[in-house]
């Protein structure tokens, strides 16, 4: 049992792993090019409002009290993200300075973040708690797994089995935490006027497709662990 289970050869030996991770694998394809579909469309129709993504999420945050998260342009492509630690919404510089529908969206769901951090709901508190948990797992599972198939040690394999399953939780913990935060960007940005009913019809095609990818991450990871399960011989019989 030991001695078949190798999970760094896996990707390239082993076809028991894309029967498991094919499903995770096809969604995250899919996803991706809803993203990059949906965020294209929309990126080419301007809000009425004018406000660009900055300005939406200062305005967003600024009705609900939040007066203490600063806003900062950053490189790249949909790099956007709200780091809890340091208070700082960080926009991508096309959602930053754009002003189209696809960039109000993606900036006020981060302001959904922040607003979600001001009121402590909870499944990002414990989502935040388990970051260090989530990526020591990430980072050592394969090592202590690798080792233990190595030495034909049984309980090391298990261990990278259980470190994995942090990432696994995490995934599990941020789903509702990312919905959450599409959610209350609907809202806000009807409910402050800065899009029209309408226009929320764009901005919701471009904030589901983002959260597929959420949904690929987690199946992906879930279909992961199973594998791992599967090759330790933990799904049905083991042998010994």
């Known amino acids: 049992m030991v001695d078949s289970f190798q999970p760094v050869m896996a990707f ?4 028991m ?3 498991f991770l094919a499903p995770g694998l ?3 394809a899919w996803a991706q090019w809803r993203v990059s579909s ?3 469309q929309g990126s080419r129709i301007p809000s009425a409002s004018g406000m660009n993504g900055a300005e939406a999420a200062a305005y967003i945050m600024h009705q609900a009290g939040i007066e203490n998260v600063r806003i900062e342009p950053i490189s790249g492509h949909l790099t956007d993200h709200y780091d809890p630690s340091h208070k700082v919404l960080r926009l991508s510089e096309d959602v930053y300075a754009g002003s189209s529908l696809a960039a109000l969206g993606i900036a006020a769901h981060e302001a959904g973040h922040a607003i979600q951090d001001a009121q402590g709901y ?9 970051v260090p948990a989530a990526s ?6 394969w090592i202590v797994m690798l080792a233990g198939a190595l030495l034909a ?3 090391l394999i298990v261990l990278g089995i259980v470190l994995f399953s942090t990432t696994v939780a995490f995934q599990l913990v941020n789903l509702p935490v990312e919905f959450d935060a599409s959610r209350r960007a609907r809202e806000a940005l009807q409910m402050t006027g800065i899009v029209s009913a309408q226009e929320d019809y764009t901005v919701g095609k471009v904030l589901n497709a983002a959260a597929l990818t959420y949904v690929a991450a987690t199946l992906t990871a879930i279909m992961t662990l199973l594998y791992y399960l599967f090759r330790a011989g933990l799904l049905g019989n083991r042998d010994d």
């Open 122 to 130: 909870s499944p990002l508190v414990i989502r935040n708690l388990m």
């Open 153 to 155: 040690m049984f309980q």
């Open 38 to 40: 949906a965020y294209s």
């Open 12 to 15: 390239f030996m082993d076809p």
């Open 17 to 19: 792993y894309f029967v």
């Open 26 to 28: 096809l969604l995250a």
């Open 136 to 141: 020591l797992g990430s980072n050592l599972a």
